[in-house]
């Protein structure tokens, strides 16, 4: 696979962020509004993102192949002040899915997480229908918490169930530790 980097995301990601976002895929199955709204990424950069960042409840992260090529987003949202249970999510643009980029941009967002801003234990409520994201965080080392009618997304009936993961920074280094035991 590509080697890939995390950078924050600022408004030189917009045009990026705007057309990997509009993709009906990519709403149908993210928290992100459905359908994507022409100006949605410049006013969710400037009027959300940024407020958020400054105030220390939202980091998001344009994820990025070496040569450059903007792949989607990685982030967490919903940072409470003692950074004890923080949501992590992330989406790839459809022309890149399936070649390892959501799991590779989720193992550098936990280092970030849980080595520098000292996040206590990271969850994701994501669709059951969604497999491939519910992979992603099983090769990572999250572990099922629950499954219960949407409660959590105004723009999903109550109908849709989804499936909660969840991974300590305890359990992520003992993982981690494991993995450098064992190449």
């Known amino acids: 696979?590509?080697?890939?980097?995390?950078?924050?995301?600022?408004?030189?990601?917009?045009?990026?962020?705007?057309?990997?976002?509009?993709?009906?895929?990519?709403?149908?199955?993210?928290?992100?509004?459905?359908?994507?709204?022409?100006?949605?990424?410049?006013?969710?950069?400037?009027?959300?993102?940024?407020?958020?960042?400054?105030?220390?409840?939202?980091?998001?992260?344009?994820?990025?192949?070496?040569?450059?090529?903007?792949?989607?987003?990685?982030?967490?949202?919903?940072?409470?002040?003692?950074?004890?249970r923080v949501e992590i999510g992330y989406w790839i643009g459809v022309p890149y899915w399936g070649k390892g980029y959501a799991t590779e941009a989720c193992r550098q967002a936990l280092n970030l997480a849980f080595s520098t801003m000292g996040f206590q234990s990271l969850y994701a409520p994501i669709l059951a229908r969604n497999k491939a994201s519910q992979r992603v965080l099983e090769k990572l080392g999250f572990r099922h918490i629950r499954t219960y009618p949407n409660t959590v997304y105004a723009k999903w009936p109550k109908e849709e169930v989804l499936v909660e993961y969840a991974l300590s920074r305890d359990e992520w280094v003992v993982l981690h530790t494991e993995h450098h035991q064992h190449p």
């Not at 992100?32 to 993102?49: D, K, Q």
């Not at 987003?73 to 003692?82: E, I, L, S, T």
Request: glycine residues 6%; contains cysteine; proline residues 8%.
């Open 1 to 84: 696979m590509d080697k890939i980097s995390l950078e924050p995301v600022t408004l030189r990601h917009a045009e990026d962020i705007q057309r990997l976002a509009s993709d009906p895929l990519i709403v149908e199955t993210t928290a992100l509004p459905s359908p994507y709204p022409a100006n949605g990424a410049r006013t969710w950069i400037e009027e959300l993102l940024e407020p958020r960042r400054k105030n220390g409840q939202e980091f998001a992260y344009a994820v990025k192949r070496e040569d450059g090529m903007f792949l989607g987003v990685c982030g967490f949202n919903r940072v409470p002040v003692d950074k004890a």
